[in-house]
Structure formats: structure tokens, C-alpha cells
Nanobody, 114 residues
Framework: VQLQASGGGLVQAGGSLRLSCAVSGIISRLYEMAWYRQAPGRQRELVAGINSGGSTNYAESVKGRFTISRDNAKNTVYLQMNSLKPEDTAVYYC?????????WGKGTQVTVSS
């Protein structure tokens, strides 16, 4: 199982980025997919999740700015991030979970300058 996150980078405050998580080895549409982030010195936190039925949930801090989506044909999950703020700076990780199993990808760095 591999989860390959990409799309991170350096952006100015107010800008946008789209993260992608390409999944292989599992059928991602059967899993609950999620994006987490971890800033230096802080715990990893849930940013957004999408379940197998397509229902989504978001951290309060990103509601209205971030959108999680999935393309089942491409076995890929996305995180559209708009109106980025410096406090969104972190390493972003995607995950896939089903029952007792959870898989993690390597992170992608997002840096938002003020």
C-alpha cells in the first residue's frame, strides 16, 4: 500500500494550493480518506476527511477555505486549499483507514508566507 502526497509548496497568504494523494495497493473508495497536518512543535491534527459514502468533515480552522474530494477512477484524493494563512504552514499527510487498519503517506510541506 502506498499513499503519495504531492502539491505542497511555498505560497503567499491568501493564495491557493491543491494537494493530491495518489493511492495504490488498495481501493481507496472503500476507505475513509483524510488529510492531517503537523506544524513544528505541535501534534498532528485532522484537517479534513471523506468517507466511502462521500460525506466530509473539516477542522473548524479550515471550514469554508479547504475542500476535500476524491476521484475514485484515479484512486486519488485531493485537498483544495484557498485563502491560505501563515498558520496553515505544516507538513500535510494523507491517510486511508478501514476497520482497524490505517495507512499513512509521506508528507508534503506547505509553507504560507505573510
Amino acid at each position: 500500500v502506498q499513499l503519495q502526497a504531492s502539491g505542497g509548496g511555498l505560497v503567499q497568504a491568501g493564495g491557493s494550493l491543491r494537494l493530491s494523494c495518489a493511492v495504490s495497493g488498495i481501493i481507496s473508495r472503500l476507505y475513509e480518506m483524510a488529510w492531517y497536518r503537523q506544524a513544528p512543535g505541535r501534534q498532528r491534527e485532522l484537517v479534513a476527511g471523506i468517507n466511502s459514502g462521500g460525506s466530509t468533515n473539516y477542522a473548524e480552522s479550515v471550514k469554508g477555505r479547504f475542500t476535500i474530494s476524491r476521484d475514485n477512477a484515479k484512486n486519488t484524493v485531493y485537498l483544495q486549499m484557498n485563502s491560505l494563512k501563515p498558520e496553515d504552514t505544516a507538513v500535510y499527510y494523507c491517510s486511508a483507514a478501514i476497520r482497524q487498519a490505517i495507512y499513512w503517506g509521506k508528507g508534503t510541506q506547505v509553507t504560507v508566507s505573510s
